[in-house]
């Protein structure tokens, strides 16, 4: 079964560092996602993405976050400049259509950032 | 706006023991509804759905039932097994994006 791969599975870097998560979509996905989880609280949408843009965004995804799909295969969330708040699990899924969960969408199994 | 709330956890049963994991939301119209379950080290995976009101979900034994007058859409399993300790998320659908509950520990000791 086609899968959504994250790398790292886990990532310490230091306070004020950047960091890039990375992800591999399933290959004739269109629409993909970030999602973090801090432990112990819900799961939350960080952002949309589609034909090469950002198509939406939640109030956590401020300027230090960004996405990009460098070479068609990766899909990567940027953290510019890391603070201890930003340490979580991050979660790539990706969808053939979106139209959402239950039509194709898949997660990958995360990226534990720890910031210290 | 939409909001999902779950039981707390950690929740702990024996071996054949039914299981219940109360899930409630809040929303505007009637959005699709998800259980999904993560594995210790997995991913987030899609467990069951119910896409309009009276909709039972059902895969590997788990059920849920979309009510809307309650507004919950509570999983249920008769008899639960060791394999299925794990973390279940309710979710509901907003446009494509995932509006999820807290989670919810199981851990069922033979």
């Known amino acids: 079964e086609p899968e959504v791969t994250q790398t790292p599975s886990h990532q310490v870097t230091q306070m004020g560092q950047e960091v890039i998560l990375r992800c591999v979509p399933i290959s004739n996905h269109l629409y993909f996602y970030w999602y973090r989880q801090i432990l112990g609280q819900k799961v939350e949408f960080l952002v949309s993405f589609y034909n090469n843009e950002i198509s939406e965004k939640s109030e956590i995804f401020d300027d230090q976050f960004s996405v990009e799909r460098p070479d068609g295969s990766n899909f990567t969330l940027k953290i510019r400049s890391t603070k201890l708040e930003d340490s979580a699990m991050y979660f790539c899924?990706?969808?053939?259509?979106?139209?959402?969960?239950?039509?194709?969408?898949?997660f990958g199994s995360g990226t534990r950032l720890t910031v210290v | 706006g939409n909001s999902v709330t779950q039981m707390e956890g950690p929740v702990t049963l024996s071996e054949e023991a039914f299981l219940t994991i109360n899930c409630t939301y809040t929303?505007?119209?009637?959005?699709?509804l998800f259980w999904y379950v993560q594995y210790p080290g997995e991913g987030l995976q899609l467990l069951l759905k119910?896409?309009?009101?009276?909709d039972k979900g059902s895969n590997k034994g788990f059920e849920a039932t979309y009510r809307k007058e309650t507004t919950s859409f509570h999983l249920e399993k008769g008899s639960v097994q060791v394999s299925d300790s794990a973390v279940y998320f309710c979710?509901?659908?907003?446009?494509?994006?995932?509006?999820f509950g807290q989670g919810t520990e199981l851990s069922v000791k033979p």
């Open positions: 899924a990706s969808s053939e259509n979106g139209r959402g969960p239950g039509y194709g969408y898949t």
């Open positions: 979710a509901l659908n907003q446009g494509g994006k995932l509006i």
């Open positions: 119910a896409t309009k009101a009276d």
């Open positions: 929303a505007t119209g009637y959005p699709s």
